[in-house]
């Protein structure tokens, strides 16, 4: 019996994760699996109406989970950064989330090239440092003081910047930073994900030529891990890369990322193997509570129409399934929605005519026809 805490957030958030259960469920009357799901309300609806983002009850409440189930967050009530701070980021942060990881496969016929190429890229961003770490603020007439914390499992950091400009004016700051223990337990998660596919290369990202004090210690700490796990790698800019993914997608398997370019790269990525739709993402704690997700998010407008692609977010049941020892399980879940695909059943964003539901259910139709 797995546990399975559902978060199905805002928008369209509850409508995916309604298929994504139905899926797994499907599962649970074919084969040898259970599950127990527990819904939480933690959304903008709540922080609307008490002011509550992620509490610290809801913390606890959640790690007496095996895994979390996500839908998306956002709404366009709420001022960005809010929501995606306080409750994103604080679950990645809380239980120590440390690798995402985004599969990006071609889904033909949906791919978004013009030429035809086949390809199937694994793109890995560390989670939890980088410019994504949540340290910043804004100072006025060019002078004052930021009192900054970093606090993770690995450490907690406080960092105080004391501003003294000779103009006049309002400032901001966003600080980046990155720790040698982090980065290393992320190459190393890396290395061993490469091994499990027989790929012995490793594209590295970053920007190193520009922000050469964050990304040369990473650099440094990738060229020891490669040189001593006998793998190849290469570095590459985040700005050629783009251009990369798009011109040939075929030359890369194995991509690792810092945390803001891996979140950028991998909204290009997925529209390129057959668009948001079809992009699952997986929040890792290899030794703890793990969170999957869609990669898109809220879609508000589209609330209520039964009309969004649940793809992504059955994926993402499906990469679940593999962290939790269940990659049988998860290989049926991605076999039934190519079977649904090769049927002629797919949504609007792909061209086709089916509903919301209408997506689960064929895929639902083809995990029944497994057994």
Avoid at 14 to 30: D, F, R, W, Y
Avoid at 124 to 130: G, H, L, Q, S
Wanted: charged content about 30%; some cysteine.
């Amino acid at each position: 019996m797995f546990k399975v805490a559902v978060l199905p957030g805002d928008g369209i958030g509850p409508e995916v994760v309604a298929e994504g259960i139905k899926v797994l469920n499907a599962l649970s009357e074919n084969y040898s699996v259970k599950f127990d799901f527990k819904e939480f309300d933690i959304n903008a609806e709540r922080y609307l109406r008490t002011g509550e983002l992620v509490t610290a009850n809801d913390m606890d409440q959640l790690r007496k989970f095996d895994t979390i189930f996500l839908g998306a967050i956002g709404d366009d009530r709420v001022k960005p950064g809010v929501l995606e701070k306080g409750i994103l980021l604080a679950l990645r942060f809380g239980f120590d989330q440390y690798i995402n990881h985004r599969p990006a496969p071609l889904w033909k016929p949906f791919g978004r090239l013009k030429r035809d190429v086949d390809f199937n890229i694994d793109v890995f961003r560390e989670n939890t440092e980088d410019y994504y770490i949540g340290a910043g603020g804004r100072i006025s007439n060019g002078k004052g003081v930021l009192d900054l914390r970093v606090k993770r499992e690995l450490y907690d950091m406080r960092v105080r910047l004391d501003a003294n400009a000779d103009a006049a004016d309002d400032y901001a700051f966003e600080i980046g930073m990155m720790s040698r223990k982090n980065i290393e337990r992320f190459a190393d998660f890396v290395i061993n994900s490469a091994n499990d596919i027989g790929e012995n290369y490793i594209t590295v990202i970053d920007k190193a030529n520009v922000c050469s004090n964050i990304y040369s210690l990473w650099r440094e700490i990738w060229t020891d891990k490669c040189r001593r796990a006998g793998k190849e790698l290469g570095f590459m800019y985040v700005d050629a890369m783009t251009m990369a993914l798009v011109k040939n997608p075929d030359k890369f398997r194995v991509i690792a990322t810092p945390n803001m370019f891996g979140d950028i790269i991998t909204d290009l990525l997925a529209e390129v193997t057959g668009g948001l739709g079809l992009a699952p993402g997986g929040n890792i704690n290899p030794k703890g509570i793990s969170m999957f997700e869609p990669v898109h998010g809220s879609a508000p407008k589209y609330k209520g129409m039964d009309r969004i692609n649940p793809v992504a977010t059955i994926l993402a049941a499906k990469m679940m399934l593999d962290n939790l020892g269940r990659r049988d399980l998860g290989q049926v879940v991605f076999d039934g929605v190519r079977e649904a695909f090769d049927k002629g059943v797919y949504t609007q964003d792909l061209g086709g005519k089916a509903k919301t539901h209408e997506m689960g259910d064929a895929v639902v139709a083809a995990i029944h026809r497994t057994k």
